[in-house]
């Protein structure tokens, strides 16, 4: 199930612009690590380069390699498509699909990804019970999803991301636009989830990193412009307690961007 | 608090410290007539074509007046109906419609989702250069090849294609618009669920901008469905009914209207006012129920 990701020297680009530089770490399975660091250090891009969604935008691409088990997902016999099944992603602001249904949201991703029209019922309901939204919803799967409110909304779009039973689950700052209550129920979702995926979040909230998180990466850049980097990637007691790095601890202390 | 006495070159305590006053009020107000004027001036022309239509076609726009043809009707007579030209109307508007909807619809998707840079840069020029074309031309283009040249003669068809050169840039440009207010969210939250890029825009895309696609489709059927002189060079005009659109001249409601409206008798020139109205009914009934039809989905999911 849950699968380990090597990133070995993973570079990212948008056009000229090089966003992310020389980036290796080890992403252990049944895990959640943390990525935290200034707004523009190439978190968001890291993370979207691990799905391959990076490629999404034009002129967007990467040097580098990112084996999932030992495997290039950058590999020429690799449809993204596929890999994407296994690699799933929440984002930063929930997206549920406006013109559809609570169950047909959570549903979309068996029934649009080719999968043959079995009966759903389970698995949807297994899906919203796995986010905490079951009995929220129950009794109005079919409502728009959009009259959720944005908690709901984000623990709808985890649901439809754990419905595919997917190995990995990114999940680029699925609680800046929460409040603390929605962001408490995440993080316990969080904590839940890990025992069956692989997890991978990017948060600007220290707090919920060294909550959540076994594993902390801090990235940076120098200055304006330059690419992003990973300064420090260590257990996530070490870096918020005993940083190697200045950078680190000046970022986590609050003393500097 | 005690009142203090109004001193020389003291102003008296305003009442209401925060109201505006003065030149800014003024100001205010004149802004505000003269949007409410500008609203009325544009009014005017509207509710003027309609009263007058529905005034003036009432005279004689009544059922006998749907269910009959112009077979065998002079100037004179009082009878006589439209029957035929809402036939011919109606074929080829849906002709038209069923050539440059699908057409324009993939040439929006492959602009907006699948060009590179430099092909959606010609083909919306081409679009532009398109949407300027005058409908006349349309009809003689097609005259010339179709009618003419491959010696098809007229025919409710050859009028749905110089419509539907009419229509195909109005649905491109609206439905790109359309597709573009989609936001990226949602096609990156069906890519990241492994969601074929096909199936993304199939499933996902086109159903939210749905609504505003059939209002842009409406828009262009409003716009030809009272074209004429496309329709004198291709369909000609007829007298009598003619179901078969892909064979001989037909009629249609513009048609009709330039043909009895042209006559000098008070007869055909109620036939016109009456046509015009029914002209009129058929948008105003395509409209609302494509409308209705886009919106019963979301409708029924509250």
Redesign the interface.
């Known amino acids: 199930m849950a699968k380990r990701i090597e990133v070995i020297g993973l570079s990212c680009f948008y056009g000229q612009h090089q966003a992310v530089a020389d980036v290796s770490m080890m992403i252990e399975p049944k895990t959640v690590t943390a990525l935290i660091g200034p707004s523009g250090c190439g978190k968001s891009t890291f993370l979207r380069s691990l799905?391959r969604?990076h490629e999404?935008v034009p002129g967007a691409r990467i040097e580098g390699r990112v084996l999932l088990d030992d495997h290039n997902i950058y590999g020429t016999d690799v449809d993204p498509?596929?890999?994407?099944?296994?690699v799933?992603?929440v984002?930063q602001?929930p997206?549920p699909?406006?013109?559809m249904?609570i169950f047909d949201n959570v549903a979309?991703?068996l029934r649009?990804?080719?999968q043959k029209s079995k009966d759903l019922t389970d698995v949807v309901e297994r899906a919203l019970v796995g986010a905490h939204l079951w009995d929220e919803v129950k009794d109005r799967l079919?409502?728009?999803a959009i009259?959720l409110s944005g908690g709901q909304q984000q623990r709808l779009?985890i649901a439809?991301?754990i419905a595919?039973e997917p190995e990995v689950l990114l999940m680029d700052e699925p609680c800046s636009a929460l409040d603390p209550i929605s962001t408490l129920a995440i993080e316990d979702l969080m904590a839940e989830l890990k025992d069956r995926y692989t997890i991978v979040i990017v948060t600007h909230n220290m707090q919920q990193a060294s909550r959540v998180s076994e594993m902390t990466g801090f990235f940076t850049l120098a200055a304006a412009g330059q690419p992003g980097t990973l300064v420090e990637f260590d257990a996530t007691s070490k870096v918020f307690s005993t940083p190697t790095h200045k950078r680190t601890e000046d970022y986590i202390t609050g003393r500097v961007g | 608090m005690t009142t203090a006495p109004y001193q020389r070159g003291v102003a008296a305590p305003d009442p209401h410290p925060w109201r505006m006053r003065g030149r800014r009020a003024f100001v205010d107000r004149l802004a505000t007539v003269a949007v409410y004027l500008a609203f009325v001036i544009a009014l005017v022309p509207l509710v003027a074509v309609v009263w007058y239509t529905v005034g003036r076609g009432m005279a004689r726009f009544g059922s006998n007046f749907l269910t009959h043809s112009m077979a065998g009707v002079g100037p004179l007579d009082r009878n006589g109906g439209a029957y035929h030209a809402i036939l011919g109307t109606v074929e080829q508007v849906l002709l038209a419609s069923a050539i440059s909807v699908p057409l324009g619809l993939l040439a929006s998707i492959y602009l907006n989702e699948y060009g590179g840079h430099k092909m959606t840069t010609i083909v919306r020029l081409l679009v532009d250069v398109m949407t300027g074309i005058p409908s006349i031309v349309a009809g003689l283009f097609v005259f010339a090849f179709w009618v003419l040249a491959l010696h098809k003669g007229f025919s409710g068809f050859a009028g749905a294609m110089a419509l539907a050169v009419l229509m195909l840039p109005v649905v491109v440009r609206t439905s790109e618009e359309m597709l573009r207010l989609v936001?990226d969210?949602?096609?990156?939250?069906?890519?990241?669920?492994?969601?074929?890029?096909w199936?993304?825009i199939l499933?996902?895309v086109l159903?939210?901008a749905?609504t505003g696609i059939t209002t842009g489709v409406m828009l262009a059927v409003a716009r030809v469905t009272g074209e004429t002189a496309p329709l004198l060079l291709t369909v000609f005009g007829s007298q009598y009914i003619n179901g078969n659109p892909f064979r001989g001249a037909q009629s249609g409601l513009p048609l009709l209207i330039f043909q009895q409206a042209s006559s000098a008798y008070p007869a055909a020139i109620d036939r016109a006012w009456a046509a015009a109205f029914t002209l009129i009914l058929i948008v105003v009934a395509l409209y609302v129920g494509a409308r209705l039809l886009t919106r019963r989905?979301?409708l029924n999911?509250?």
Do not use: H, Q, W
Request: charged share 25%; aromatic share 8%; hydrophobic share 40%.
């Open positions: 799905n969604l999404v498509v596929m890999l994407r099944r296994s799933g992603m984002f602001r997206n699909f406006p013109t249904s979309a991703g649009l990804a080719g079919k409502k728009p009259a779009c439809r991301a595919v | 936001p969210a949602f096609r990156e939250a069906a890519y990241a669920l492994g969601i074929p890029k199936r993304t499933s996902i159903p939210t749905s989905d979301a999911r509250r």
